[in-house]
């Protein structure tokens, strides 16, 4: 099944060839909720009366052309932004700020040039006042997570582009927000280590229990990461359509680009978004 939301809030369903699943209705398992949230900058409308749901321990990407506000609605998910109507709740609990529930990796990484890795990492952790040995060492623990031990006294301009995005990952991770908000992490690096960046997020998603939201340019990174993929069309953006990508993920991740499931959603997409491609 597909499911398309119109005017923010009919719900219509239609039969695709098998290539979607139904996604959850509205429940209270959701981390995140998005309730009819607009966006102005002048008279510019960036966002209209856009509803969205985020289920709890999962990964919904945020999809769509340049331009249709993808990262408008991570910033407003992580209090850096306003909307100008409309209301963000995490946990049941509405959004007027950033918070310690809330972690977000930058697509430009972010890191403390003065600093070395394992105080980039435990930087969060300083700001709220816990004790150097304590921060340390649940900065240790998360460089080794994400393939950087031995580097905790290496700086910045020391590592390479795929190293400094896993300092910025670590770092998100190690303040145990709930909500982890990823604006298009992996788009700096070459494809190898992005192929390997994305093997390593199914990971953390199955490990970590914890909520992602994640916003990509790049329709097979979509599919191939997500437990659910929000099409946006372009401004004022609304959700065009939720898609949730069935199991093939079972049959492991060396199988995944191969699986005619995977590559069937690739192509729908495709078509979906073809005509909103300038």
């Keep these: 099944m597909r499911i398309f939301f119109s005017k923010g809030t009919t719900v219509v369903m239609s039969q695709t060839k098998g290539a979607f699943a139904k996604a959850d209705p509205l429940s209270g398992e959701n981390a995140v ?16 009366n856009l509803t969205l749901e985020f289920p709890r321990g999962q ?81 240790a623990k998360y460089i080794r997570d994400v393939g950087l031990a031995g580097f905790e006294k290496s700086y910045p301009h020391e590592l ?42 199914l990971s953390l998603v199955q490990n970590e229990n914890k909520t992602f939201i994640f916003v990509t340019h790049s329709i097979e990174e979509a599919v191939y990461v997500s437990d659910q993929i929000a099409i946006l069309l372009p401004r004022p953006s609304r959700v065009h359509e939720i898609i949730r990508p069935g199991g093939f993920r079972e049959k492991g991740v060396d199988n995944i680009r191969r699986d005619p499931e995977y590559l069937d959603i690739v192509d729908e997409i495709w078509a979906s978004l073809r005509s909103y491609v300038e």
């Design 160 to 201: 390479s582009g795929g190293m400094r995005q896993r300092v910025g990952l670590a770092r998100a991770l190690a303040v145990d927000a709930q909500v982890l908000l990823m604006d298009e992490p992996f788009s700096a690096v070459d494809e190898q280590t992005r192929r390997k960046f994305q093997e390593d997020l």
């Design 33 to 48: 909720t998005a309730h009819k949230i607009s966006k102005s900058y002048g008279d510019v409308e960036a966002l209209k």
């Design 59 to 139: 990964l919904t990407s945020l999809l769509g052309p340049s331009g249709c506000g993808k990262t408008t609605l991570l910033k407003i998910i992580a209090g850096l932004l306003d909307p100008t109507s409309g209301e963000v709740k995490v946990n049941g609990k509405t959004v007027t700020g950033p918070g310690p529930d809330r972690a977000f990796v930058f697509q430009d990484f972010a890191l403390l040039p003065w600093a070395s890795v394992i105080r980039n990492v435990a930087f969060g952790l300083e700001l709220r006042g816990m004790a150097k040995s304590e921060r340390e060492a649940i900065a």
